[in-house]
């Protein structure tokens, strides 16, 4: 007997999109400088509590990058950032935007955004993070 020949046929199944609002935490470190270009990696703790790497590219005016959060239940999700500082000094605060720009495993198809403030020592490029977002994955 061939599918639907007095038996029951598989029906497609669509699963239903999931929303989530987000707040993190996150601490970060730099791994390297290379001219305007920073590299960190830290931690989130929060919705999504994890480890996370980042890429910005700083001016006095913007900074602008990438960051990839890779939560402890599995995948990744990466979003655009881009943001501007709210203060100068050693330890100058700065707030953005952000969009989501790809994710792995279950955030493969996520789409979102938010906004983020926090504060980077100039010295040793530490920063910290405080991010809110909306999520559909």
Not at 12 to 25: F, G, H, K, S, Y
Not at 36 to 46: E, K, W
């Amino acid at each position: 007997m061939g599918p639907g020949a007095g038996g029951a046929t598989a029906q497609p199944t669509a699963n239903a999109a999931r929303t989530l609002n987000i707040t993190e935490a996150v601490n970060l470190r730099l791994v390297r400088k290379s001219g305007s270009t920073l590299y960190q990696r830290g931690t989130a703790t929060g919705t999504l509590p994890g480890t996370v790497t980042a890429r910005f590219e700083v001016s006095v005016t913007r900074v602008t990058g990438s960051v990839t959060f890779y939560p402890s239940s599995g995948g990744s999700l990466t979003v655009n950032v881009s943001g501007r500082p709210t203060s100068a000094g050693t330890v100058a605060e700065f707030s953005g935007t952000m969009a989501v720009r790809s994710g792995t495993g279950r955030y493969a198809r996520a789409v979102g955004s938010g906004t983020f403030t926090g504060s980077v020592n100039r010295r040793s490029w530490a920063t910290t993070v405080n991010a809110r977002a909306r999520l559909t994955y």
